[in-house]
Structure formats: structure tokens, C-alpha cells
């Protein structure tokens, strides 16, 4: 278990590094998921587990700086719990939710006290020109960032993987049976976030599309998948051939415009 905390710290330390670095790379739990299950030896049950937990947190995205969950954290806590408690899916996104809403009190808490502490010092440092000092302290809090994550990835796993695991075995059916429901309840609702933000009446049509082949046509999430990317190819074509089609009759028009306009003149030099 010692080995398995150590690399599941380093794992987060360097997902959270990419997250706030240079890159700005926001790893989602499509990826993470996978991620832990190679370091945790089950790479096929990590790949089930993030594809999962991304459609739970699919429409949950950061504004500036506002986070509504820590995604990230629940991918990493739940996965890793589930894999190695030899739990199923609806585990992980039971302890993936809470854990990622849970995580953006230390991310405030991070913010807090490094704001706090570092304002006063990155002011003086712009104020008196020295920009390697400045460069000093972002660097700093670049390479700070991960650490207290790590911290937390390390003792959650050293310390909770044992208790939850038997917490969870021994729930009642009523439990089970509902954590089972909400674990298919979850995704519907990222998906319902993420269309509440992209929600155009352009896109009614193909919102009944959908309905109609999962529920007439039985087919699964990836067949719909692959019919959804055909049609978003064809709109695309579309929409390109439409703003072609709509630059050649402006400059058309330009053009006869401007042909009149040299008409006019050439009259009114021959009666002038």
C-alpha cells in the first residue's frame, strides 16, 4: 500500500503541475482514469472508471477563477479507491463526487493563505523593478501547487482505503441499490450541464436525433457517438460551402457595383 500512495502523490503532484504550469493542461478524469489504473495495474479498469466519471463531470468546467468541483481530485481519489478496493464503477462516483466538491475548500485554502502571504512581496518586487524576483515567486507557486494535493493523495490512500473498503461492503442493499441508480442518474446530468451551456434552437433537431436512436433504435453511446460525428462533419461542410457561397456573391456584388459606378462615369464624361 506504501509503494501504491507514493506513486498515486506523484501522479497527482504532476497532474495538478500540468494544470497550473506553463501548459495550462487540464487533464480530465478521461484521462486520469486511465492513468491510475496503469499505475495501479488494472489499465482496462481504469480506462472504464475515467470514461465514467468524465460523463458524470462533463459539463463542469472552470470560469477564470471559479470551480464548481475539483474533477481532477474526484478522478484521482475515486478511481484509485475503486481499483483498489476491487470496487465497481457506481464506488467510484460515489466517492469521485464529494471528494471533487471537498477538494475546492483546499483550493481556496491554497489561494488564501499563498495570496495572502506572497501579495505583499510580488507588489514591492514590481514596484522596485525586479522582475527576477517576481519571475521567482510565480515560479514558486507553480512548483508549490501540486504539493499539498500530493499530501492528501498520499494520506487518503495510506489511511482510507481499508475503512471506506469495508464501509462499503457492508452497506445495506437499500444503499447499494441506490448508490447504483445515482451512479447512472450522474452522467445524464453532466450531460445535461454541458448542454444547458452549448444549448442553441439550432440544435433541437439534433437533440431528438439522438433520442430517436437510443430509444427506437436501441443504439448504444458509442453508435450514437459515431452517427453524432458524421452529422457534425456534415454541418460543418455545410456551414463552410454556406460562407464560401456567401463571400462570392458579396464580392459579386461588389464588383457589379462597382462596374456601374465606372458606367455612370464614363456617361457623364461623354455628355460632359
Known amino acids: 500500500m506504501l509503494v501504491n500512495a507514493i506513486l498515486i502523490a506523484v501522479a497527482t503532484y504532476f497532474i495538478k503541475f500540468f494544470a497550473l504550469s506553463f501548459a495550462n493542461f487540464q487533464m480530465r478524469p478521461l484521462i486520469i482514469g486511465p492513468i491510475i489504473g496503469l499505475i495501479l495495474g488494472d489499465f482496462t479498469q481504469g480506462i472504464i472508471i475515467g470514461a465514467s466519471l468524465e460523463a458524470v463531470f462533463l459539463g463542469v468546467f472552470g470560469v477564470g477563477g471559479s470551480l464548481p ?14 481499483i483498489l478496493a476491487g ?12 471528494v471533487g466538491l471537498l ?8 489561494k488564501i493563505v499563498w495570496h495572502n502571504a506572497v501579495v505583499a512581496i510580488v507588489d514591492k518586487s514590481v514596484e522596485n523593478h525586479n522582475d527576477k524576483g517576481y519571475e521567482r515567486i510565480h515560479l514558486a507557486a507553480v512548483f508549490f501547487f501540486g504539493i499539498p494535493y500530493a499530501i492528501i493523495s498520499f494520506v487518503v490512500i495510506m489511511v482510507g482505503v481499508d475503512p471506506i473498503s469495508t464501509l462499503m461492503n457492508n452497506l445495506p442493499e437499500v444503499v447499494n441499490s441506490f448508490l447504483a441508480i445515482a451512479s447512472k442518474l450522474l452522467p445524464a ?7 444547458k451551456s452549448l444549448w442553441d434552437k439550432e440544435l433541437i433537431p439534433y437533440f431528438f436525433v439522438g433520442f430517436a436512436l437510443a430509444a427506437y433504435f436501441q443504439l448504444d453511446t458509442m453508435g450514437i457517438a459515431l452517427v453524432g460525428t458524421v452529422l457534425a462533419f456534415l454541418y460543418g461542410y455545410n456551414y463552410l460551402q454556406k460562407q464560401n ?16 459606378t465606372s458606367g455612370d462615369d464614363v456617361v457623364d464624361d461623354f455628355f460632359d
Open 69 to 82: 468541483s475539483d474533477t481532477e481530485m474526484g478522478a484521482i481519489v475515486g478511481t484509485s479507491f475503486a
Open 103 to 110: 477538494s475546492i475548500f483546499v483550493y481556496n485554502l491554497i
Open 189 to 195: 446530468m453532466g450531460f445535461g450541464m454541458l448542454l
Open 87 to 98: 470496487n465497481d464503477v457506481e464506488s467510484a462516483v460515489a466517492l469521485a463526487v464529494p
Open 245 to 260: 457561397q456567401d463571400k462570392k456573391i458579396t464580392e459579386a456584388a461588389k464588383l457589379s457595383r462597382t462596374s456601374a
